[in-house]
């Protein structure tokens, strides 16, 4: 699978959930820190993204700016998806 589009790019919130999906289906986790947040929080397919309080930390507003990045490990193989807000 291609995560090319997920590499070194900014883009909105709705966008994490395309990534998810790409995610789940190649069973690597997605790191999600926002700017209320101390600690990126890690999403696989057995820990989904529940929150809906607009107040929870952990929020992520679809209309907000996210740098995506990928974690890769020595052989350049993909090993999650990394994204912070802006």
């Not at 986790?29 to 107040?55: C, R």
């Not at 929020?59 to 990394?82: Q, T």
């Amino acid at each position: 699978m291609q995560f090319s589009m997920y590499d070194n790019v900014v883009l909105n919130g709705v966008s994490i959930w395309a990534a998810a999906g790409v995610a789940n289906a190649n069973s690597i986790p997605i790191l999600v820190k926002t700017l209320k947040s101390n600690n990126f929080i890690e999403y696989t397919k057995g820990n989904a993204y529940k929150v809906t309080d607009k107040n929870d930390p952990n929020y992520i507003d679809n209309n907000a700016k996210f740098k995506f990045s990928l974690d890769k490990d020595e052989n350049g193989n993909v090993r999650g998806i990394r994204i912070e807000q802006q």
